[in-house]
């Protein structure tokens, strides 16, 4: 089992705002993952990366950036935060199955409002 | 039309009923598949993994992928109002390990 840490848990903040959602992971595990959720609605995934200095934009495009500098810290910035950034923030990261592929272990979520 | 459809309940079952839930997909390449658990203002937490067609049973849980169908399962036998949560269907075509996940099931087990 894979223990990630998010910080905050809770963000509210105004528009305009520069914030940084951190992410870490104790496991050592290469690939890592930010994702997004909203009420009712599938994660969707934002960011991954299969390593140090390596990112790459995911499925839904995001006007967030992410870096990778160390193995286990996967921080994503808003540069800029407005209301349609309001939502709930994942990060995960995987290890191998033995089946063939790699499972997503979850942090615990930041839940950001932008007012 | 999504890749992966699941039925958002919520489902209400009485304690110790068995819960079944499924989820629908409609790239047939996808050959892993996972099911998640997800309790309110939580991340998802995996439940069980299984990979091409078959039955995979842990406890009181037991999924199924009836791939021919385009077809998952979970089953919960026994359930607890501690089972009340949102299971999220997830899967995958490669060994790279990028989920498409379904919208999830709210459960709601009373006592």
């Known amino acids: 089992e894979a223990d990630i840490y998010q910080t905050p848990r809770y963000l509210v903040i105004g528009t305009g705002k520069k914030i940084t959602l951190e992410c870490s992971q104790t496991m050592g595990h290469d690939k890592m993952y930010w994702y997004q959720q909203d009420p009712g609605m599938e994660l969707h995934l934002i960011h991954y990366s299969y390593g140090v200095n390596s990112t790459e934009k995911g499925d839904l495009s995001s006007e967030s950036t992410v870096s990778r500098i160390r193995t286990e810290h996967f921080p994503l910035t808003l540069e800029s935060a407005r209301p349609s950034h309001t939502s709930q923030y994942l990060c995960?990261?995987?290890?191998?199955?033995?089946?063939?592929?790699?499972?997503?272990?979850f942090g615990p979520g930041t839940r950001l409002t932008v007012l | 039309q999504k890749e992966v459809e699941q039925d958002p309940g919520p489902l209400s079952v009485p304690e110790g009923a068995i819960v079944s839930l499924n989820c629908t997909y409609s790239n047939s390449a996808f050959q892993y598949f996972m099911w998640y658990r997800q309790y309110s203002r939580k991340g998802p937490e995996l439940l069980m993994y299984?990979?091409?067609?078959g039955n995979k049973e842990d406890g009181r849980f037991t999924a199924q992928v009836d791939k021919s169908s385009k077809y998952i399962s979970l089953f919960i036998r026994d359930s607890q109002p501690s089972d009340s949560a949102t299971y999220l269907c997830a899967m995958t075509t490669d060994s790279w390990g990028k989920l498409q996940f379904g919208a999830g099931t709210q459960v709601v087990v009373t006592p």
């Open positions: 995960a990261s995987s290890a191998p199955t033995g089946l063939g592929t790699d499972t997503q272990y």
């Open positions: 299984t990979y091409s067609s």
